[in-house]
């Protein structure tokens, strides 16, 4: 639809009784936005304690059912894949991240895995991934 939009903005022209010009880089600055605010949610869920960081630290608040979703990183191993696949195969994943992105977002080295805990703040992280998983899948 946006990509519509910058190749053939009369219908909005027609709606709002002026020529409007949209940039033709609005797809990827509002991935970008959305990108940002879900790291955002994510880095305030760990400032308040909301967060397993590391395979280990997640691979056991699943074995104690403490975790609202899972968050991995695209570029993770397949083999640490696996094995969070199997033990939380029912727990919802996010892999929207590379291990740069993720590192760079939480100030520490490797973050191939995190999960965010069931509580405080599952629920608004969870919705600013799914907003931009959506977005990425129109």
Do not use: C, W
Request: hydrophobic share 40%; aromatic share 6%; net charge positive.
């Amino acid at each position: 639809l946006l990509e519509e939009m910058t190749v053939n903005n009369k219908p909005l022209n027609k709606v709002l009784h002026k020529n409007v010009v949209i940039n033709r880089d609005l797809p990827q600055v509002v991935e970008n936005i959305l990108a940002q605010a879900g790291l955002n949610y994510i880095n305030m869920a760990r400032k308040i304690g909301e967060l397993y960081l590391g395979f280990d630290q997640v691979k056991e608040a699943v074995k104690n059912e403490r975790v609202a979703f899972i968050v991995e990183a695209i570029d993770a191993g397949k083999d640490g894949k696996h094995k969070i696949e199997s033990m939380a195969d029912e727990t919802e994943k996010f892999t929207l991240y590379d291990i740069k992105t993720l590192s760079e977002a939480l100030n520490r080295e490797n973050t191939e895995y995190l999960a965010v805990k069931k509580g405080k703040i599952n629920k608004s992280v969870a919705l600013a991934l799914q907003r931009y998983q959506t977005y990425l899948k129109s």
